[in-house]
């Protein structure tokens, strides 16, 4: 059934399952099958590098609230590279944010060498000269930004980038596809790491492309087949099963970020605040009117990278941990990985648990 007519939650919990038969199970299964009974060649599914019915199902729901066709891949930097790989030829020129995941710019400088791409590194908020555009092949967008959180305009950069004959791609993790519907607003590809909120539950990893054209959704499907990053079923039929209680996990992120935000502004030990949901943000009304919700995901700065350590040491509820979206508040020390960051730089991923509980434990931790 299509549920486009329907609320976040409805969608999340009928998204991709069958229409009911009797005596089938309510739910399916995920299926294994590497290869399938050929039969008298009617069709259907043949080898399972190919196809999955398990893949189909939850493409079909994250496609239906992305508002376009969905390929399943098997984790974000496989959407990522592939799309790369896909849409760039020699010589290209290429922007990407260079406040935006590292490993992008890494997957760039180290695996396309051969492609000798014209690189043009622009922080999320800016500047976009029209010098950035020229020539263009492929935007890539991050937006709000990861780690930095900065947000930048969809609608207007798509059309610039379309102006010079160059498609728009948009990093959509951070705000998962209930907050955020890139293709709605002019983009030409939207990627995203399901394996933060939309998964959420960090027991795996996966990772989407959607796009409205049809051909490049042949494209992509035929680039997972013959490079065989394919992903698994039981991730797949996991993250479909946790997909059912995305809207309300990241109601209650998207609340604890708020009370965590809230609690932590002008404390003394507490610099760089920056929360797209919170109205003094600076990129709060851009955000808003682009995005449709909030999620879990802000920053802050600590001191340095002692005073981040200490905080984890005092907290009972936060841990630190390298991803984000989770039902476990975690942060993360970005300067670790190398972004270009001050030392006490943290990410913080609200969780699951109860309001009142986290924001206690946060400001006892910080003393
Ligand atoms: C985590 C992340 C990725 C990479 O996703 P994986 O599933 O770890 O490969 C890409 N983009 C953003 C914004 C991310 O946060």
Redesign the pocket.
Known sequence: MTTEDLGDGTRCVRGGHPEPVGGTPLLPGPVFAAPYHLGDGEGGDFYGRAGNPTWRALESAIGELDGGRCVLL???????STVLRAVLGVGDALVLPSD??Y??RQFVRDELTALDLDVREIPTPGPWDDEVFRGVRLVLL?TP??PGLDVCDIAELAERAHWAGALLAV????ATPLGQRPLELGADIV??????ALAGHSDL???HVSVRDEELAERLVRARTLSGAIPGPFETWLAHRSMGTLDLRLARQAENAAALVAALRGHPAVSGLRWPGSPDDPSHDLARRQMRRWNGVFRFELADAAAVAEFVRRSRLVVAAT???GLHSTVDRRAQWGDPVPPGFVRFSAGCEDPDDLVADVLQALG
């Open positions: 098997p984790s974000g930097m496989a959407a990522i935006g995941y490993a992008t991050e930004s990861n990093d959509n993790t951070t990627i995203a790491s399901d394996t933060k990893l996966l990772g991803s984000f979206g």
